[in-house]
């Protein structure tokens, strides 16, 4: 299910009927909302009042405050570290094992503006993932990218919406990936399984510098086309 608002501050989601969710999300990276030639300042309040956000899975209720997500169909990743560029980022996804799996990535409103790739992935989950299976992929997503992303969304802020594609002055220059021919649906329970052969691997506090699959400690993790992940 589409649970949309507009406006980070607004009380009450919109059920979007008739559209898989993917499908969505596909079309609002494709056709994005425009917020061009604002300032930074501006572009605070436009978020909190205009911009479009959105959680896709099953919500108990219609009101914020009061409502619970039980699951998510779309896995968000929101990469806001400086060790890679939008870009780089982008490559690890075009070039790995990511690829063969349908997703979008696109530049956030605060591509441009802060500093670090400012990117926000969505993948496509095989199944509607409730928080412990949820928070496992995610783990092994992040690794497997070789990048800091923003765990609040994963584990105590379950419920936090994710920004669709908003194009700007400042952030156009990044260009988004709409990955959907030819993919599949990131399988849940797969990802579960290799999460839970070896916990310790995926945990946050990890170095990301010394992190290596052990059949290959030379290539990075994103370039590794392990038999096991497919």
Do not use: C
């Not at 560029?85 to 690890?92: A, F, I, P, Q, W």
């Not at 990131?186 to 290596?212: A, C, H, M, T, W």
Request: hydrophobic share 35%; net charge negative; no cysteine.
């Amino acid at each position: 299910m589409i649970y949309a608002q507009m406006g980070v501050l607004a009380k009450r989601y919109t059920v979007v009927d008739g559209m898989d969710d993917f499908a969505h999300l596909v079309t609002n990276t494709a056709t994005p909302t425009q917020a061009q030639n604002l300032t930074s300042e501006q572009l605070e309040t436009f978020k909190h009042t205009s911009a479009p956000y959105v959680v896709y899975g099953l919500v108990a209720g219609i009101n914020r405050a009061d409502s619970e997500v039980t699951a998510r169909t779309i896995l968000f990743l929101d990469v806001d570290g400086s060790e890679a560029t939008y870009n780089e980022v982008r490559d690890r996804i075009t070039a790995g094992l990511l690829n063969q799996y349908s997703l979008v990535a696109y530049p956030t409103i605060s591509n441009g503006i802060k500093s670090g790739a400012r990117m926000r992935i969505g993948i496509e989950l095989s199944r509607p993932a409730p928080p412990d299976d949820y928070i496992k992929v995610w783990r092994v997503v992040s690794y497997l990218l070789n990048v800091t992303a923003d765990e609040a969304g994963a584990t105590r802020q379950f419920k936090q919406l994710a920004g669709t594609y908003v194009l700007t002055t400042q952030n156009r220059h990044s260009e988004p990936l709409i990955n959907a021919n030819d993919t599949v649906a990131l399988p849940v329970d797969e990802f579960v399984k290799i999460f839970d052969e070896n916990p310790n691997r995926y945990e946050p506090n990890q170095s990301k510098g010394s992190q290596r699959f052990e059949n290959n400690e030379d290539r990075k993790p994103w370039m590794v086309t392990n038999a096991r992940m497919v």
